[in-house]
């Protein structure tokens, strides 16, 4: 399995970015896919997930009203549409999937994409 993920750059604070993940393989109804996002001398925060196969969603506080995952099953891809952005948004965004029901630990999960940058200027 291996997990492409695209979308990052530089925004203005106020400016909003769509960060895509794609899967080389099946994602199975019981996978969540997952956004997480580690800044410079940071440990990797869990940001947002969502259950393959339901859809539910969820979110970190820090993200919650300006972030959104969403997922379109016939392209394998999770996508995350992030609104409202603050310069606190800056970071190395990655996607992973998980089988596991602690998806908000990034140890959890057993694939990443190879992260994109994102960079909010004030």
């Known amino acids: 399995v291996q997990l492409q993920a695209s979308g990052g750059g530089l925004v203005q604070a106020g400016g909003s970015l769509r960060l895509s993940c794609t899967s080389s393989?099946?994602?199975?109804?019981?996978?969540?896919m997952g956004w997480f996002r580690q800044a410079p001398g940071k440990e990797r925060e869990f940001v947002a997930a969502?259950?393959?196969?339901?859809?539910?969603?969820y979110y970190a506080d820090s993200v919650k009203g300006r972030f959104t995952i969403s997922r379109d099953k016939g392209e394998n891809t999770v996508y995350l549409q992030m609104n409202s952005l603050k310069s606190e948004d800056t970071a190395v965004y990655y996607c992973?999937?998980?089988?596991?029901?602690?998806?908000?630990?990034?140890?959890?999960?057993?694939?990443w994409g190879q992260g994109t940058q994102v960079t909010v200027s004030s």
């Open positions: 992973g999937r998980t089988a596991s029901s602690s998806f908000k630990m990034w140890r959890e999960y057993a694939y």
């Open positions: 393989g099946r994602v199975f109804s019981s996978s969540v």
């Open positions: 969502i259950r393959w196969g339901v859809g539910n969603t």
